[in-house]
């Protein structure tokens, strides 16, 4: 039985900022809590749970704050966990709806420390708990910012290539100065990393309608690889016929998806080719994988992204959930790269092996999410400690 749950705010000490159309998001200075991890612990029968999500606003479309995931968590997701058994993932899943809607971070961090505290009950890694391993070698996706300048963003794309073997770009679009200058971008791009990287686009929900065609159709000659929510969140409609005129490039949902109703109304309407799933958007590992099971129902394709910003833990949820989906239901490739030490370091777990090789990272084995938080690293990056129990 749950008998007490811990919630941590640690530091990153490299503060790291990104830009896209519909706003920023920046990690923050050190020692501010804006913007900082929430690591919870869950304690039950001798096993300790633990996840980690960096909640992404202000900035974000999606709205969880470090403040809100805490307070959620503290005065009432908290409390509702205690006496409950780590196995009960559905009727506390449904507590959360019940208790407080939305603040899917929230809900993802405890889901997560759940399948972390089953995994070290049952001595089994999280991927086992949720279909084995389909893919134990996972590839990786580079999330290249907005820049004013295109050397600026032709530099970090180049970089993600040559030093760490990086395959598949997601370029940031819908530059204020219109979608010719996201054509100028993806073609640089294009020219500096050659013929054998998959490039997609993500405007952010940036473009109109006439916009994405526009672009779409100029970037083609080019190979462009997928298209990343063009057009605003609700515009189902606007999806539908951006991926009617695509040619088959894959047209992907990210804004209009969070959760397993808007998997549902996406597949209706046949308005996308793949839905990008983020743990902390949807919620955790739970409702992930019922939205990967209508995916599943309407041959649609998940894409597995959050940047899980030096967090270990953040990136090994992605990866676990990543290796138990069969590669022909995937597309692209994890985005979770900024956890695997390709910025900084995870200042919490500073000996780790889990970390980018040839482009890809291989999941962790160990039991539960296989990552283990040096103790003395979360005492001293520790910035708020709080106890529900
Ligand atoms: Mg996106």
Redesign the pocket.
């Known amino acids: 039985m749950i008998d007490k749950i811990e919630i941590f705010v640690t530091d990153i000490p490299v503060r790291v900022k990104r830009i896209f159309s519909s706003g920023s998001w920046d990690t923050g200075p050190p020692a501010s809590l804006l913007s900082k991890p929430v690591l919870v612990r869950i304690y039950a029968d001798g096993v300790i749970g633990t996840a980690q999500i960096r909640p992404i606003s202000p900035g974000h479309f999606v709205s969880d704050t470090t403040h809100s995931v805490v307070a959620a968590i503290k005065e009432i997701y908290g409390p509702a966990m205690l006496g409950k058994s780590i196995f009960e993932i559905e009727s506390i899943n449904q507590m959360f709806d019940q208790r407080l809607a939305g603040n899917p971070a929230a809900r993802a961090v405890l889901d997560i420390a759940l399948y972390d505290a089953m995994g070290k009950a049952l001595k089994q890694p999280v991927h086992n708990l949720i279909g084995g391993c389909c893919q134990p070698v996972i590839p990786l996706e580079w999330s290249v910012s907005l820049a004013d300048d295109v050397g600026t963003i032709v530099t970090e794309a180049t970089r993600a290539v040559e030093e760490f073997d990086i395959k598949v770009l997601c370029i940031k679009a819908a530059d204020r100065r219109g979608w010719r200058q996201d054509v100028k971008h993806f073609e640089a791009v294009r020219k500096a990393v050659g013929p054998d990287i998959t490039i997609g686009i ?1 405007p ?1 929900t940036g473009w109109s309608l006439s916009d994405s065609l526009l672009a779409i159709h100029a970037m083609m000659p080019m190979d462009l690889g997928y298209i ?2 063009p057009v605003a969140r609700r515009d189902l409609r606007g999806l539908a016929e951006i991926r009617r005129q695509a040619q088959g490039i894959p047209v992907m949902a ?2 209009s998806l969070f959760t397993l109703q808007d998997a549902y109304a996406l597949a209706e309407a046949d308005a996308v080719d793949a839905y ?1 799933i983020k743990l902390y958007k949807v919620g955790g590992i739970t409702p992930a994988r019922k939205i990967g099971a209508v995916g599943e129902a309407s041959n649609i394709a998940l894409n597995i ?1 959050g940047l899980a910003v030096q967090s270990q833990l953040e990136a090994a949820a992605g990866a676990h959930f990543y290796a138990s989906t069969p590669v022909k239901r995937m597309m692209g490739a994890g985005e979770f790269l900024f956890g695997l030490n390709a910025t900084a370091p995870d200042p919490l777990v500073p000996e780790t092996d889990f970390v980018i090789k040839n482009g890809c990272v291989e999941v962790p084995t160990g039991p539960g999410l296989g990552v283990t938080v040096d103790e003395a690293a979360l005492a001293k990056f520790t910035l708020l400690r709080e106890t529900v129990a």
């Open positions: 993500d952010n990343e929510q990210d804004e990008c992204g």
